[in-house]
């Protein structure tokens, strides 16, 4: 069976959330996404593990709230201030870990993202005691991930193997897998969701093969064993992000990696220049072009349906007429992720504006320009339109 996961959200417990990230809320909005399998996310965080019992029927590691299955997860801060990823098999692997961890946390309390006075060496052993997967969350951005403070896995874990590594919405298969030392570990493609509503929660997510929705079969999936396997990950164009490109992170100039040393990373604002994801790669990539080794599956660049429809109208993604637009098409076809990817271009033609039809179709067969993000600010997407210029007015102008 194909399931759609997404390993990687937050709670309203860690900062800068949304209060409605309640688990009733996650799963109602899940099935919207078409995503079969979520992580709890903060699941060391004392309320919200309660919360998830409350609503939750527990069953061989996993929770079922309103036909939505939940892996427990976390992330936490290490002693760099680098993030990681951890998917555990059950509750008892969650008490175990958290026991080994107290005393090295001041904020595991109070904070769902907690910061843990341990390398991130050390904080794997201790997921591994417990036969936990875990791995760098965002693994190329600027700000707390691995490569924004070490040039290497080993430098970060040692000698220890990670479960996977989380590519981060500035990068892609392509990107990352120039990189030789990362060609043995599996990737993940994840949303870091602060919000439960479609625009951001599963904005990357996975394609699993399995057999049966179990913490054997995510495992077996997310490492390629026994036949299971991630099909595809399913992300940003890695230019959209908000990190891509090197820029200034209060007026969002665009420099050069040059530009930006000569510069001692300070921009003719007054403000900081941060280095981009793609400079990253540059520095470390062992390969002018990606080498994908014979494991790793394909890549699949998306946005939210919210907005691309808001791209075709040249509207806000949160207007009225976008939300109505969405609506009508989960009212047809029942989620979003199968409007995005695989329902057919003529099925979606019978139902909404040609100008929204015409833009999923762009998505689909790259028919798109992208003015990079960074510094903090996303990128800019355009859709390329063939036709002749009466003819893009008649496909926008037919909104209502």
Not at 190 to 208: K, T, V
Not at 223 to 236: P, Q
Not at 272 to 283: L, T, Y
């Amino acid at each position: 069976m194909l399931i759609n996961a997404d390993f990687h959200i937050h709670s309203r417990f860690s900062g800068g959330t949304s209060e409605k990230m309640t688990i009733r809320n996650l799963s109602t909005e899940s099935k919207k996404k078409g995503i079969h399998l979520l992580a709890t996310g903060d699941c060391l965080h004392s309320q919200w593990l309660k919360e998830i019992k409350e609503n939750g029927e527990y069953n061989d590691g996993l929770f079922e709230v309103n036909g939505v299955t939940f892996v427990l997860s976390t992330e936490v801060e290490d002693e760099r201030r680098v993030h990681h990823l951890i998917l555990f098999p059950c509750l008892d692997a969650i008490e175990e870990f958290k026991h080994h961890i107290l005393k090295h946390s001041q904020n595991i309390q109070t904070d769902g993202r907690p910061h843990i006075f341990l390398s991130g060496g050390e904080i794997l052993d201790l997921a591994m005691e417990v036969d936990a997967m875990a791995g760098p969350s965002h693994a190329f951005t600027p700000w707390t991930s691995l490569y924004a403070y070490y040039d290497s896995i080993k430098d970060c874990y040692g000698d220890r193997h990670v479960s996977f590594l989380e590519l981060g919405l500035s990068a892609d298969s392509n990107y990352a897998d120039r990189i030789r030392e990362l060609h043995k570990i599996p990737f993940l493609s994840n949303s870091d969701s602060h919000s439960p509503y479609p625009i951001r929660l599963a904005r990357e997510f996975n394609r699993l093969e399995v057999e049966e929705i179990t913490w054997d079969e995510i495992k077996k999936a997310i490492l390629f064993r026994g036949g299971r396997k991630i099909v595809f990950n399913a992300g940003f164009p890695p230019e959209e992000g908000k990190y891509n490109k090197t820029a200034c992170i209060k007026c969002y100039a665009h420099y050069t990696l040059e530009e930006a040393k000569e510069k001692k990373w300070k921009c003719n604002c007054g403000g900081r220049i941060k280095k981009g994801v793609r400079d990253r790669i540059d520095e470390l990539a062992d390969y002018e072009v990606a080498k994908h080794p014979e494991f790793r599956p394909p890549y699949i660049h998306i946005i939210p349906l919210a907005e691309i429809i808001a791209k075709a109208l040249n509207l806000s993604s949160f207007s009225k007429t976008v939300t109505k637009r969405w609506e009508e098409l989960m009212r047809a076809f029942g989620d979003e992720i199968s409007v995005l990817l695989d329902v057919g271009i003529g099925e979606i033609k019978k139902i909404t504006a040609p100008a929204i039809a015409y833009a999923i179709e762009a998505f689909r067969n790259g028919k798109i320009k992208i003015h990079p993000g960074g510094g903090g600010k996303y990128g800019e997407i355009k859709i390329i339109y063939e036709e002749k210029k009466e003819e893009q007015r008649r496909l926008v102008d037919w909104i209502n």
